[in-house]
């Protein structure tokens, strides 16, 4: 079995291949929180063990055994978050960080167990798809920032990697900016200026900046007020 360190490599490059990243030495160190030589070092162990490939241009993937081993671990992550959130009624940040400890424990049969209890959820707290649950294969929605029409959309989810930012997570729980939630985008502020919506359950405006405008994914309303990914 991989070692928590391993498995936490595998879950920032199982992440970083999600969104189209590709995956090297440097940034890998940037997201462990590390040196490139402990970097490359563990890289090399990954190797042995089958669970990367590096290509002549260092740049590193998954192999099926690693990416397998990388679906379980989000999966158990995904699904503590759902126990932590949805039943005991932790915070989004108070249930990552206690998510963390519990995804490199959870055995397979308290996995199965978990699943049936939560009602077999297809997606985290964040809305972000939860490998081997037949979820969608490809992250849903637009960013926020991204969107150029002003109008009614859907929040979808918040985006993974910023999931560890506490402050940012935390900004975005309090002004109720989660999956699920009708938003009305105002305007973009020209000049690299803020994003202005109105949550639409309470009326309330939220100048929103560039950071919380970017993890923020949405989808378009239809005409009788419901998102396209729910018709």
Same mark, same amino acid.
Do not use: N, R, W
């Given at each position: 079995m991989p070692t @928590? =360190? =391993? @498995?936490?490599? &595998?879950?920032?490059?199982? &992440?970083? %291949?999600q969104n189209g990243l590709k995956v090297i030495s440097a940034r890998l160190a940037e997201r462990m929180h590390t040196a490139v030589p402990t970097v490359t070092e563990t890289l090399r162990r990954m190797v042995r063990e089958d669970l990367i490939a590096v290509n002549e241009r260092k740049e590193v993937r998954l192999t099926v055994r690693g990416r397998d081993v990388a679906e379980s671990l989000v999966r158990r992550h995904a699904l503590s978050e759902r126990l932590l959130t949805d039943i005991l009624g932790l915070s989004w940040v108070e249930a990552?960080? %206690?998510a963390h400890k519990f995804e490199h424990i959870i055995?397979?049969? =308290?996995e199965a167990r978990l699943m049936a209890l939560l009602g077999n959820p297809d997606t985290c707290p964040h809305g972000n798809p939860?490998?081997?649950t037949g979820s969608m294969a490809q992250p849903r929605g637009t960013a926020l920032s991204q969107v150029d029409r002003p109008g009614r959309y859907h929040i979808v989810r918040v985006l993974e990697d910023a999931e560890s930012n506490v402050d940012l997570m935390a900004y975005i729980e309090q002004r109720n900016l989660k999956p699920g939630t009708g938003v009305r985008l105002l305007e973009h502020v020209p000049f690299e200026g803020p994003t &202005?919506?109105? =949550? @639409?359950?309470?009326g309330e405006q939220h100048s929103l900046g560039r950071a919380v405008a970017d993890a923020i994914f949405v989808t378009p309303d239809s005409p009788d007020g419901r998102s396209l990914d729910e018709r």
């Open positions: @928590e =360190v =391993v @498995e936490d490599y &595998l879950d920032q490059i199982y &992440l970083m %291949e990552h960080a %206690e055995s397979p049969k =308290v939860i490998p081997g &202005l919506i109105e =949550v @639409e359950d309470d």
